[in-house]
């Protein structure tokens, strides 16, 4: 077998009713749709793996290599606990208008109505916000189940809910089971468990390309919603050493934030870490040095450290910030 080395990964596109025009502005080499909703920079779901597009692995999808490399790549507790599966699954959304408000299943409510293995767990890294931008994240109040049942699916719907004004850097958990949107004119990283189910409550009166009315989830949506969810979801980041910052630490994924400074050569060790590592840049321009291998990525652009490797090293001339994301019990 090749060794292992850091994987840069081309997006999967996705066009959206809802989408927008700023995916495109990140991946400019890329033909990418006019209404694009979503990139996949992180999948290794069967029919939507990513392709690698550097060394010799070149060509090769995300979901062969770790069928391959196995525990090399993802971690040894992440391959008995996932298999041949990525830990997680990341994204690019992009919004001209506001996606459903919908619902995720967890774990165990996924099993039940889905026959899924997992349910969504996620988090958002707001990179743009415009000045009509808002999210919705979690009920206002706690309100009955009767009251739920006769509002669910109506025009009112979106007032029982916590609305908040994102701007860049904002981050945000959102739990399984939380009633949630994203609003206009966002562009965000979303971090999340490898499952795409979606139940969704309301679409804003939206019509399909044929002029019906989307598909709504409600009776699978009252089954999942956590009713006594008001949290808004706003992550506070802690300061673990002068460049890292700690965003969230979950059995789900782990995400800490890296500020580069400019002209600063910074080295990551994830010797014992156990667990594949992503990058994400979300400012600025990086290069990177693994053993004899130098390459850069650009804002939007990922990296993924296969668990096996231990030291890299990168440099940014303006200064840069990476989400750098993995999932393991140990610190990195």
Known sequence: MYELYPLKLAPLFFEKPWGGRNIAKYYPSYQVPIKCGEAWLVSAIEGKSNLIINGHLQGNELSELIEVYMEDLIGEKNFIDFGEQMPVLIKMIDTASPLSIQVHPDDVYAQQLRNYRWGKNEMWYILQAGPSSFILNGFSN????????????????????????????????????????????ITLIEIQQPSDITFRIYDWDRKDEHGSPRELHLEEALMTINVQDTDHGLLQPHKKSEEIEKIFHSHFFNVNKILLPASKVLARNYLGLDSFVVWVVVKGMISFQYQDMIDHLHTGEILLIPASLDEISFYSKQGSEILEIYRSYEES
């Open 142 to 185: 706690l309100f009955s189940e009767q009251y739920l049942q006769e509002y669910i699916g109506d025009h009112r719907f979106p007032e029982m809910l916590n609305k908040i004004y994102p701007k860049s850097g904002d981050m945000f958990f959102v739990r399984a089971r939380k009633v949630h949107a994203i609003g206009p004119e």
